[in-house]
């Protein structure tokens, strides 16, 4: 996803893309009215806002547009509505430079019209005859800085505390992000076609997971400027901490995944990205100087941490539409009447209502459009729905290939919670390469006999039935079949696995010719791939929903104010580490906004998962660092190694995302 998510961001981003690729001159921009996409329309401009400004710049940070576009539409930013000034801004006839870090180096020309600078506290808008300004030899080839000096500040220049730095975060992140997005694209496209040792250079796992490494960085910026940009733009003077917040995570990330991607994608590229033929260098060029610009990653990791620990918080919650309204007072009028139900009475209506898992048809479900589930969720918050565990990956399948038989027996008393599943799929022999199986089923009379070995089956030794994936042909893949096991039944040994930890969650199930009847097969014989693959799809949103609990950035935040003395090098740690959970949590907003649009969420899932393993664990080793004599924190850390192997390795995923979002080709 770009950083756009509506129709109209998806169509402003093709338009500008269009433009660049026949050229982005200044007066093509000009002509093209994106100097004023966010001044408002009485001053010349379309009247948008910083979301749609930061649509523009991440395109044209793919295009790598030079000039002085940026610090003069960041000027037009800062002014107030009314500047006689802005006019000339939105049209683009007044050229702006910007002072970021003091005077000693300014993004922009020194024959600029128009300068930015700080001064006193706050920021001036003055002419070229109050400075004076000499240009800089930068690292970008293809944008001009200078030095200014201020000689005058003349009366009624001063804007006062305006935010020009949190303005230029965001947009030079939402640049970077273009700048990345550049890369991610460059690398990828290279590597399906430069071949080596006889096949392409994006079959190598290194390869293939360095670019799509590259992605999920890119992801996780777009989300933090696409967060920090809509805060900044609907900010009021109650929410200056958490929109500051917002901003500084976007100043964390982004910059730092721009020069990450243009490095990897000149390693990707080899000797020709080394060179002066190809405009890899240029790119990161470009992204050195946005983090240079933007000011230190370690200084805003720290302004993270501390308004962090002094109780702010990004609200995470998507703006919905009108329509929204009528549905949520009767959302809320049900669960108000179900609040007053007793507990028992309660789970029963909630199984009866379909208000478990409401997107699933009736009468499992509620049939839940997109919006409805989003307003039910903030709904039912109080309530307390169960969780089903496993269970929440194994019933979809049954509802989209169960029979109707199968649905009547299984389906409500799981969701009371009567019956407890497990997952038999895992082999010593067949773990990522699932399908590779060999637990064997055996056609007998009435049904099927099972023998093999199941293992990493967490809580089988407390279920009362498993899903089951046997071979009952020699087809790799289209000869699964998929069975529902009853764990009482003769034959099922299940063995409990002592974790690291000292846990007992995993297990060794062994099946001794355990007699399925016919009619606990579900959907066709030897179709059990494709039933299979449907519940994995709702394992990957699962785990990368629910995994981590105590090992998220607001758990660390809790140990962090309880600490005192803590170095500067551990608040700007613990300043990343929220920024990426925080971002994390905008990435998921995102995924529920692109589905009330009507767009798919592509391999979202896997980079949510991928994201939030890894997160799970650096929290987990950084809060033991801190308290390595804390009991929670000590089994944390052990536990939390398990996140980037179940439900999918890191891997598994990387070669997920490479493969389905960036098409590099599969191994043989």
Known sequence: MSIGLT??????????????????????????????????????????????LCVVLEELGRARAGGAFLPTVLAAAALAAGDPLLDGLADGTLTVTVALSGTATALGPADADLFLVPVDGGWALLDGSSVTADPLEGVDLDRPLCAVTVTEVPAGRELGPVPVRELAAVLLGAEACGLAAWAVDTAASYAKVREQFGRPIGQFQGVKHRVAAALVALEQARAAVWDAARALDTASSTEADEVGLAVAVAAVLAPDAAVRCTADAIQVLGGIGYTFEHDAHRYYRR???????????????????????????????????????????EVRAQAGELAREEPLARLGRFAREGWIMPHLPKPWGRAATPLEQVVIHQEFRELKRPNLGIAAWAVPSIVAYGTREQQERFLPRTFTGEIVWCQLFSEPGAGSDLAGLSAKATRVEGGWSLSGQKIWTSLAQYAHWGICLARTSPDKHRGITYFLVDMATPGVTVRPLKEINGEEIFNEVFLDDVFVPDDLVVGEVDNGWKVARDTLSHERVALGDSWGPGSQHTD?????????????????????????????????????????????????????????????QAISEFCWSVDPSSRYWNRMILTTRAFTIGGGTTEVQLNIIAERALGLPRDP
């Open 287 to 329: 992204a050195l100087s946005g983090r240079m610009l933007a000011g230190d990653p370690g200084e805003w990791s720290e302004r993270v941490a501390r308004l962090a620990a002094a109780g702010t918080r990004r609200a995470m919650e998507p703006d919905l539409p009108e329509e929204a309204a009528a549905l949520r007072a």
């Open 556 to 616: 660390m935040m809790r140990l962090v104010t309880a600490r005192d003395g803590l170095r500067p090098s551990q608040w700007e740690q613990a300043g990343r580490l929220w920024a990426e959970g925080q971002a994390i949590s905008a990435l998921g907003l995102r995924v529920t906004l692109s589905q009330l649009s009507g767009g798919g969420t592509g391999t979202a899932a896997s980079v949510r998962k991928l994201l939030g393993m890894r997160h799970a």
């Open 7 to 52: 129709e109209e961001h998806r169509a402003l981003a093709e338009s500008v893309r269009g433009r660049a690729g026949r050229g982005i001159d200044r007066a093509a921009l000009a002509r093209q009215g994106l100097f004023g996409v966010h001044v408002p329309e009485s001053h010349g401009g379309q009247g948008f806002g910083l979301p749609e």
